[in-house]
């Protein structure tokens, strides 16, 4: 069953991406919010396509893989993904697959921008979020290049 818009606002206010924003300034981004279902191993997205959304988990699991390195993240319920590529419209770094079946809440591109152009409050939350994002993304670059080299 969908999720009504009141419980979208809920869900996005637990989210991540814009838990540091009020309630009232997410009622217009769950308005604009798609409901969407994955089955488990298709492809949210896809490395080097356009970043022209992005999602968030609501229920099930996704896996994040660069092609030529594997997998180098997990996403659950309450994350995002794709929040990189609608910001820098850059290519997709990565590929996104649903490792069980999955449903998100998908913001598009011009809807996101339109969101933060008018809410102030909105665009300081996610820019707090994607701070958070990138340390926890150097954090794990620091990890992968501290690893010691397996013996030959």
């Keep these: 069953m969908p999720l009504s818009t009141i419980e979208r606002i809920l869900f996005l206010k637990s989210a991540e991406l814009f838990n540091q924003i009020a309630s009232e300034d997410l009622a217009p981004v769950a308005l604009v919010a798609q409901e969407i279902h994955f089955n488990a191993g298709e492809a949210l997205i896809r490395q080097g396509d356009p970043g022209d959304c992005l999602y968030i988990i609501v229920d099930g699991e996704a896996s ?22 609608i910001i820098s419209r ?13 449903t998100a809440l998908k913001i598009d ?15 300081l939350g996610v820019i ?25």
Aim: negative net charge; contains cysteine.
């Design 64 to 85: 994040i893989v660069i092609r030529g390195v594997g997998q180098v993240a997990t996403r659950h319920p309450r994350s995002s993904i794709g929040e990189m590529g």
């Design 90 to 102: 850059q290519p997709r770094s990565a590929d996104c697959v649903a490792l069980t079946d999955l």
């Design 109 to 123: 591109h011009d809807d996101f921008w339109e969101l933060l152009a008018e809410k102030p409050p909105l665009a």
């Design 128 to 152: 707090r979020a994607l701070s958070h994002r990138l340390d926890e993304a150097v954090a794990n670059l620091q990890k992968l290049s501290h690893k010691p080299e397996s013996p030959e």
